[in-house]
Structures are given as structure tokens and as C-alpha cells.
């Protein structure tokens, strides 16, 4: 993996994460609801021997949530670990490239700047100084491929 390309893994990990959250929060929502409805004698009733099958099938619904919510967890911690590692990087960056270089990594693929010229402005220097440090930081971490091994 190229430094080039670790870095949009990490924008791409960084904007997936919202809308991870946000379809996660919703399936806390879906089972809480579903927990609710059951315990509230929405199910669970059993008539002359026999299972409600509405409660079978709210019992099957709230199992299918919980996997859901498990694999959604799982996708939401892979992303920040993403993220994570990307920051981590963030003082090696400071120590070998420049203090600048790392804010404008930071700005940028982490907190998601829309354009390098947001991010010149934000450091009070030219888009092609921006352009220039991040350029460096890229062809610092080509030069060591290990920075960018998530394992």
C-alpha cells in the first residue's frame, strides 16, 4: 500500500464512520422497540399448549437485531481503529516532516476538509504549500512502509 493510498483509506474511514454510527443508533432504536413490545405483552403468551407466533416471530426479530447490531459495532470499531492509526502517525509526522505537514494531514483526511484550500486557509499559507507538506509527508511514509501495516 502506497502512502497515497493509505491516506484515502483513512478519508474514506473517516466519512464512513457518521453514517455507520447513525445506522447503528437506529438498530439500538429498532430493538429497543421490539424489547419493549415483547416484554409489554405484545408476545410470549402461549394458548392451549401452543406458542404465539407473533411472539416467535418478535423473538426471531430481536435476534436478527442483535446480529445486526453486532456486525454494525464491528464495522463502526474497524473504521475508528482506521482512524486511530492514522492519528497515531500524527506525532512521527511532526518529529520528521513538520508540525504544518501533520495539521494539514489531520485536517484534511481526518476531520475531513472539502478542499486543500480550506485547509491553506486554515494554516494561513498557500493551497501549493499545503500541497508541497503533504507531499513530503507521502514520500516520507513511502520510504517507510511499515507506518502504514494496521496489523
Given at each position: 500500500?502506497?502512502?497515497?493510498?493509505?491516506?484515502?483509506?483513512?478519508?474514506?474511514?473517516?466519512?464512513?464512520?457518521e453514517g455507520v454510527h447513525a445506522e447503528l443508533v437506529a438498530l439500538i432504536d429498532a430493538?429497543?422497540?421490539?424489547?419493549?413490545?415483547?416484554?409489554?405483552g405484545g408476545g410470549a403468551s402461549v394458548h392451549s399448549g401452543l406458542s404465539d407466533p407473533t411472539a416467535d416471530m418478535a423473538m426471531?426479530?430481536?435476534?436478527?437485531?442483535?446480529?445486526?447490531?453486532?456486525?454494525?459495532?464491528?464495522?463502526?470499531?474497524?473504521?475508528?481503529?482506521?482512524?486511530?492509526?492514522?492519528?497515531?502517525?500524527?506525532?512521527?509526522?511532526?518529529?520528521?516532516?513538520?508540525?504544518?505537514a501533520a495539521i494539514a494531514m489531520e485536517l484534511y483526511y481526518i476531520d475531513l476538509a472539502d478542499t486543500w484550500s480550506e485547509v491553506a486557509a486554515e494554516l494561513?499559507?498557500?493551497?501549493?504549500?499545503?500541497?508541497?507538506?503533504?507531499?513530503a509527508v507521502?514520500?516520507?511514509m513511502d520510504a517507510k512502509p511499515r507506518l502504514m501495516d494496521f496489523s
Open positions: 500500500m502506497t502512502a497515497a493510498e493509505f491516506w484515502g483509506f483513512v478519508r474514506s474511514s473517516a466519512a464512513a464512520i430493538d429497543a422497540e421490539c424489547v419493549t413490545w415483547y416484554v409489554s426471531r426479530r430481536q435476534a436478527d437485531l442483535s446480529r445486526q447490531i453486532a456486525d454494525k459495532r464491528a464495522q463502526l470499531d474497524e473504521l475508528e481503529s482506521v482512524v486511530g492509526h492514522a492519528l497515531a502517525l500524527l506525532p512521527a509526522i511532526v518529529a520528521n516532516v513538520s508540525e504544518r494561513c499559507v498557500s493551497r501549493e504549500t499545503v500541497r508541497a507538506d503533504c507531499r507521502l514520500d516520507w
